[in-house]
Every structure is written in C-alpha cells, then in structure tokens.
C-alpha cells in the first residue's frame, strides 16, 4: 500500500515538470516561439526550487539558482527577457492550478463522528501584501499613505488536503465576496469564512444547496434574537452585553427580512478580546455551542498557511516594478509551497508519523533545495532516490512535537492524521 502511494506521489512530480508537456504548454502561451536555453520548464524548476527554499532576496538570486541547477552559464539579460514576457505569469498560473488538480490522499479525515455529516471542510479567507509603489496603478493598495501597490490573494481552501482548491490573484481593493465559491459546489460540506464574506443572501444560498456552514458576523449588527434555553428576545447587542467574560450564548437571529439562523457568540475569544459572534445552521442537538467553537477554530488553518507563504516562500519579498515579474514570482512561489506540502504528506504516508507542515516549511533550505537538483538531473530509480532522501529528512526531522495536546484542544480534536489510518 505505502509503495503504491510513494509510486503516487513520484508519478505525480513527473506528469508537473515532464519538459514536453511545460515546454508545449509555454510555446501555446507565447512564453517560447522556438527552443532557447531559458525553457519554460527549465524557468519553472528554478523558480520553484529557488523561491521554496525560502532564502531568495533577488531576481539575480533565482537566475544563479538557474544556472547551478541546469549546469548552464546564460547571462542575467536573457533570464530576464523571459520573466518579463506577458505569457510568464499566465504559464506559472496555469502549472501551479494543474498541480492543485492532482488527487493525491488527503492529509486529514474528520473523526468518526462527523464523517457521515460533512464531505469536506472548505475555508475561504484572503490575505495582502505590498509590492513595488510603482505598480500602484496594476495593483492599487486599499491603503494609499502605507501601501499605495497591493496584491489580495483570495483564497478557498480544503482542510482535508490542507491545500487549496482556487487561488484568484487581484488588486488589494477588489471585493472580497465576489471571489467566494459557489454555493452549489459546497453541498454536502462544512464551509466556514471570516466576517468578511458574511452576507445573508450568501448564508441563504448555502442553505438551500444544502451546504453547512460556520460564518463569523460583524460585531456592529443587531437584529433581534431569542435565546435557546429561556426564549426571551431582545436585540442581540443587548444579549452580549449581559454575556459573562467566558461565557457562550445560543441564539436564533430573527432578521427583519430573512430567515431565521443560530447565531452562537463566545465572549472574548480573538485577538483583539472582542466577543466572536458567527451564524450557522448546523443543528444544536448534534453540534452543542462548544462544539460549534471546537469547528471554528480550525479555520485558523488557512492563517498558518498565509503565514507559510509569506514567511517561508518570499511571498512578500518582491521588489520589482515590472507587473509581470510580480505574478510570475507569486505564482512560482505558491506553486513551490504546494509541492513542499506534498512531500510532507507523502512522507507522512511511508513513515506513518505525523508530521508539522510549518516545521517542513521552515527547513526547506536543508531538504528542498537538493531535492530539486536531485530531480532536475534524474529520472528512473534516481528520481525515487531523490525524493526518498527528501521524505526520509522530513520523517526524521519534522514530526509534529505536541500530538497529545492537539488531540485535547487543537487541530486533532477534530480531525485524525491519516498517516495513522
């Protein structure tokens, strides 16, 4: 079975980085009109392998990375010529969403007693980040004195595959909701977002395709709402003043035009000590408030992700007025942060131990950076040698230290690794 998976995983990496295939792929974009040196396939192994290891400050950085991965001596001037194209970000767009569309195992199941209730758990969520204030008018910035240039990635993500599933690159001022999924794809699952992405319309649409969902509201609304144990109503502002400072309140929002919903608020709970109020129709009977909480918290999953990209892939490190090169490097760099993903989970599968993804992230710079020659120069039994080196040093080195904990308050309090099915 553990061989079955490694062969997986392997042909998986070969059918990404097969050159015919990112080679035909970039002559139909307009990234090569005839065979040079800087091949798409050759560009898009160095910027993987140079922006995963999370050390690269420059574009020079990624083209020394080129040269020593390929054996090769071109000069800084053509390597640039090929970043700069319009097609560039457009082919690194197209292998990063190819790679999200493999099906490989999934990294977590949810516990027994929730495996009949949902198919999937998707979070939807976005982060930003500065770029070049040269670009202001490709990428205007929401907030002009600080960040006058600004990209949003806008993101939905499956916390079973701990990957995700759509990536949409934007300005930083462009709506957030018009990037959520649609509710008809979400049936059957639990869908949770921020109080962003809260609007009634939306919550009514995945109600009707029989979608689950835990949404954070505003602290500012104020419909009226009775509560579940003595029924009194009164408007829910008044309810969270009488909330105690560790208290859970459960509620049926009645909004003056809409459906009735439970709304469950937790006093005190984020960053900023303000009570988290969030809507759901998940039933009380089978989902008590405390549970509805233990869901919710999961959703921070998707904000260690943004902080992986960010912290470990350079996301947030381009320093280029050239709209182009920015795309092509966000994308390389998102591309690079889920093929690490991958091999954690892979090896994760073959050792059968549970593994910390921010702990591979961090040490990229030991194991990804010689993976990626290794598999730039091999193929065959070479090509499996590589990327058993690469799992073995994860096995090794990675493991996640307070499984015990996480299993009484964390992530497996809700979900089981599957490397221990």
Same mark, same amino acid.
């Given at each position: 079975?553990? +061989?079955?998976?490694?062969?997986?995983?392997?042909?998986?990496?070969?059918?990404?980085?097969?050159?015919?295939?990112?080679?035909?792929?970039?002559?139909?974009?307009?990234?090569?009109?005839?065979?040079?040196?800087?091949?798409?396939?050759?560009?898009?192994?160095?910027?993987?392998?140079?922006?995963?290891?999370? *050390?690269?400050? &420059?574009?020079?950085?990624?083209?020394? +990375?080129?040269?020593?991965?390929?054996?090769?001596?071109?000069?800084?001037?053509?390597?640039?010529?090929?970043?700069?194209?319009?097609?560039?970000?457009?082919?690194?767009?197209?292998?990063?969403?190819?790679?999200?569309?493999?099906?490989?195992?999934?990294?977590?199941?949810?516990?027994?007693?929730? +495996?009949?209730?949902? #198919?999937?758990?998707?979070?939807?969520?976005? *982060?930003?980040?500065?770029?070049?204030?040269?670009?202001?008018?490709?990428?205007?910035?929401?907030?002009?004195?600080?960040?006058?240039?600004?990209?949003?990635?806008?993101?939905? !993500?499956?916390?079973?595959?701990?990957?995700?599933?759509?990536?949409?690159?934007?300005?930083? %001022?462009?709506?957030?909701?018009?990037?959520? /999924?649609?509710?008809?794809?979400?049936?059957?699952?639990?869908?949770?977002?921020?109080?962003?992405?809260?609007?009634?319309?939306?919550?009514? +649409?995945?109600?009707?395709?029989?979608? !689950?969902?835990?949404?954070?509201?505003?602290?500012?609304? @104020? /419909?009226?709402?009775?509560? &579940?144990? &003595?029924?009194?109503?009164?408007?829910?502002?008044?309810?969270?003043?009488?909330? /105690?400072?560790?208290?859970?309140?459960?509620?049926?929002?009645?909004? /003056?035009?809409?459906?009735? !919903?439970?709304?469950?608020?937790?006093?005190?709970?984020?960053?900023?000590?303000?009570?988290?109020?969030?809507?759901?129709?998940?039933?009380?009977?089978?989902?008590?408030? *405390?549970?509805?909480?233990?869901?919710?918290?999961?959703?921070?999953?998707?904000?260690?992700?943004? #902080?992986?990209?960010?912290?470990? @892939?350079?996301?947030?490190?381009?320093?280029?007025?050239?709209?182009? %090169?920015?795309?092509?490097? %966000?994308?390389?760099?998102?591309?690079?942060?889920?093929?690490?993903?991958?091999?954690?989970?892979?090896?994760?599968?073959?050792?059968?131990?549970?593994?910390?993804?921010? *702990?591979?992230?961090?040490?990229?710079?030991?194991?990804?950076?010689?993976?990626?020659?290794?598999?730039?120069?091999?193929?065959?039994?070479?090509?499996?040698?590589?990327?058993?080196?690469?799992?073995?040093?994860?096995?090794?080195?990675?493991?996640?230290?307070?499984?015990?904990?996480?299993?009484?308050?964390?992530?497996?309090?809700?979900?089981?690794?599957?490397?221990?099915?």
């Amino acid at each position: 079975m553990k +061989q079955q998976q490694d062969i997986r995983f392997l042909n998986a990496f070969e059918r990404l980085f097969s050159a015919n295939a990112l080679d035909a792929l970039g002559q139909q974009l307009g990234l090569m009109q005839r065979r040079r040196h800087v091949t798409p396939q050759k560009l898009c192994m160095a910027l993987v392998s140079a922006l995963g290891a999370g *050390t690269t400050q &420059s574009i020079a950085d990624i083209h020394r +990375q080129f040269n020593h991965l390929h054996g090769t001596d071109i000069k800084l001037k053509p390597f640039h010529k090929q970043l700069v194209k319009m097609a560039a970000p457009e082919f690194m767009r197209e292998v990063f969403e190819k790679a999200l569309a493999l099906h490989l195992p999934d990294m977590f199941a949810i516990r027994d007693k929730y +495996q009949e209730m949902f #198919k999937r758990i998707i979070l939807q969520d976005g *982060t930003s980040f500065a770029v070049h204030d040269d670009l202001m008018l490709y990428f205007p910035g929401r907030f002009n004195e600080t960040s006058p240039a600004a990209i949003e990635l806008h993101v939905t !993500y499956d916390l079973l595959k701990a990957q995700p599933d759509c990536v949409s690159l934007t300005e930083d %001022i462009a709506p957030e909701r018009h990037y959520l /999924p649609s509710p008809a794809a979400l049936t059957g699952c639990l869908f949770m977002a921020d109080a962003g992405y809260f609007s009634k319309h939306y919550v009514q +649409q995945l109600h009707e395709a029989s979608a !689950y969902f835990i949404m954070r509201m505003s602290n500012s609304i @104020n /419909p009226m709402a009775v509560c &579940s144990v &003595s029924q009194q109503k009164k408007p829910l502002k008044t309810w969270l003043k009488e909330l /105690p400072g560790t208290g859970v309140l459960d509620l049926d929002v009645h909004w /003056p035009d809409g459906p009735v !919903y439970r709304c469950v608020a937790f006093a005190a709970l984020d960053h900023k000590k303000r009570h988290v109020l969030v809507c759901t129709n998940l039933g009380r009977e089978q989902f008590p408030a *405390t549970a509805v909480g233990d869901l919710y918290r999961v959703r921070w999953q998707i904000e260690l992700l943004f #902080k992986e990209w960010k912290s470990m @892939n350079n996301l947030n490190k381009f320093d280029t007025c050239h709209a182009t %090169i920015v795309e092509t490097l %966000i994308w390389g760099s998102l591309l690079a942060a889920t093929l690490k993903r991958w091999l954690i989970n892979a090896a994760e599968k073959k050792y059968n131990r549970v593994l910390s993804l921010f *702990t591979g992230a961090k040490s990229a710079h030991m194991w990804w950076l010689p993976f990626c020659i290794d598999i730039a120069v091999s193929s065959g039994a070479d090509l499996v040698n590589a990327m058993n080196n690469a799992m073995a040093f994860l096995a090794q080195h990675c493991r996640r230290q307070n499984v015990k904990r996480d299993q009484k308050t964390g992530l497996f309090k809700l979900l089981n690794n599957t490397a221990n099915q």
